[in-house]
């Protein structure tokens, strides 16, 4: 089973500021790597897949990168609508794991 | 615009089985390309993968639910549906069903369901 790790489990950072998400596969999971956005009392949106490929209509702001084992979900510019728990997610060998969560909350 | 919607019991006891049904409109579940899953959240917890489904019955599954977790496929409704036997109170959670492309990520969700195991 392939675990992963995100960090840090908790960011505060003010609206305009630069978002910085981590997740750290236990094993290569080549580029299957989605990263999904949840709101309280919502179900997660999807803003990622493949590693680095922006859903539909997902903002230019967020931004993906990684591979292997090493990922990255960027935040460029925070918007107040940003403020929530973002979840990483893989795919291998036809199973599913996910990442247990960072939070970004306002500073 | 494609939209899924899960159904069934918000309550059920210790041991027995619970039983989810998602409802897709929008959209033929038939359609090539896509498999369809089930993905539950404890409260206040993270997401776990509990299984995915094909149109034609082909199913994963977690291998931490695996003995107790059933997928099947209705095409005739447009729906699918997940069994999940012997609950205990470990199994309350918020239970969404997703598209899942390719069978790599999950870009279509239902709006979750919670299901409370308790007597």
């Known amino acids: 089973e392939i675990v992963l790790t995100q960090s840090p489990a908790t960011l505060s950072l003010s609206p305009g500021e630069r978002a910085t998400l981590s997740c750290r596969a236990s094993q290569s999971v080549s580029s299957y790597l989605a990263w999904y956005q949840q709101k309280p009392g919502q179900a997660p949106r999807l803003l990622i897949y493949d590693a680095s490929n922006r859903a539909t209509g997902i903002p230019a702001r967020f931004s993906g990168s990684g591979s292997g084992t090493d990922f990255t979900l960027t935040i460029s510019s925070l918007e107040p609508e940003d403020f929530a728990v973002y979840y990483c997610?893989?795919?291998?060998?036809?199973?599913?794991?996910f990442g247990g969560g960072t939070k970004v909350e306002i500073k | 615009q494609l939209q899924l919607q899960e159904s069934g019991p918000g309550l059920v006891k210790p041991s027995e089985t619970l039983s989810l049904t998602c409802t897709v409109s929008?959209?033929?579940?038939?359609?090539?390309?896509?498999?369809w899953g089930w993905i539950r959240q404890p409260p206040g917890k993270g997401l776990e993968w509990i299984g995915s489904i094909y149109y034609s019955g082909s199913t994963y599954y977690n291998p931490s639910l695996k003995s107790r977790v059933t997928i099947s496929v209705d095409t005739s409704k447009n729906q699918f549906s997940l069994k999940l036997s012997s609950v205990t109170a470990a199994d309350t959670a918020v239970y969404y069903c997703?598209?899942?492309?390719?069978?790599?990520?999950?870009?279509?969700w239902g709006q979750g369901t919670l299901v409370t195991v308790s007597s």
């Open positions: 929008g959209g033929s579940i038939s359609s090539s390309s896509y498999y």
């Open positions: 997703a598209r899942v492309p390719q069978l790599r990520h999950f870009d279509y």
């Open positions: 997610q893989q795919r291998s060998n036809w199973l599913f794991s």
